[in-house]
């Protein structure tokens, strides 16, 4: 009996350490299981973080493009920005829309072609300006100038049209360019009403028995006087280009305040009337 009692309580004791060595194994268990978890968490939380930095970052990107998009196509010059080697990689709206008035049938506006290559069959075929754009272009992506800028007449059946082509690098590692053409047909023709308007007040005022004199209102120089000058005045017109005081010379003294008061009077804005002598 002692020996069986002996034998039983070997018996619970080796269950015993079994059960300790399972119950420890159990607890290291659940401390692993707790550290899986809770690196799971670090790593769920290192993910979302991730996650929304990149979503951030793609969304400020977005915002950045849909702004510089919004920007050039704000512009009603039409502009083309080239790769370094000359390869049109975007195009602005004023671009798109001039090239659909006008026939244009590439479905992408040009975008992958080489606007360089482009220029150049245009100045083979004969189009002088189009090698001058050709040059101003590659001067500009070689970095051998700084910018480059040039006007050329582009007529059409509908009327005569001119336009200014600037070209910029772009300041990237990459490099590129950025080129604008820009209508100035109504500044083109400004400018040629003038002159006609200038040609004929000098066609008038050079054949006119009166004389006609005008003067820089913040410097008082005379700019111009007509030739009957000379002959009323028997003065050379340079030397009143050099002092219009030159012709008091010729006015008697009694006579010289009233001759000058006129001409300030003018320079006022006010209009006079004034008679004076000439000896």
């Not at 950045?64 to 919004?70: D, K, W």
């Not at 772009?170 to 003038?194: K, Q, Y």
């Not at 008697?252 to 009077?265: I, K, L, M, N, Y």
Request: proline share 2%; charged share 30%; hydrophobic share 40%.
């Amino acid at each position: 009996r002692e020996t069986q009692l002996e034998e039983a309580n070997v018996i619970l004791k080796q269950r015993l350490r079994e059960l300790q060595r399972a119950e420890r194994n159990l607890r290291e268990s659940r401390v692993a299981t707790l550290n899986v978890l809770e690196d799971a968490v670090v790593a769920r939380d290192a993910l979302e973080t991730e996650v929304r930095e990149r979503t951030q970052a793609q969304t400020a990107l977005r915002e950045r493009e849909q702004f510089v998009r919004s920007t050039i196509d704000s512009f009603t010059s039409m502009i083309a920005i080239l790769d370094c080697d000359g390869v049109i990689l975007d195009v602005n709206q004023s671009w798109k829309e001039f090239a659909r008035e006008n026939g244009y049938t590439h479905a992408n506006f040009g975008i992958g072609e080489n606007y360089l290559t482009v220029t150049r069959r245009a100045a083979d075929a004969g189009a002088i300006d189009a090698g001058e754009v050709w040059e101003g272009v590659q001067s500009v992506l070689r970095n051998a100038v700084e910018s480059f800028e040039f006007e050329y007449p582009c007529h059409s059946p509908q009327g005569f049209h001119w336009f200014m082509v600037n070209v910029s690098p772009i300041a990237t590692p990459n490099g590129g360019a950025v080129v604008w053409h820009t209508d100035i047909t109504a500044r083109r023709h400004a400018e040629e009403g003038l002159r006609e308007s200038e040609e004929r007040f000098r066609q008038f005022a050079d054949n006119s028995a009166d004389v006609f004199w005008i003067l820089d209102a913040k410097t008082r120089k005379v700019e111009y006087v007509n030739p009957v000058y000379e002959k009323m005045f028997g003065q050379s017109r340079e030397e009143l280009f050099q002092s219009r005081r030159a012709r008091l010379k010729l006015v008697p003294a009694e006579d010289q305040d009233e001759a000058s008061r006129g001409v300030e009077d003018a320079l006022a804005g006010k209009t006079f009337v004034r008679n004076y002598r000439i000896r």
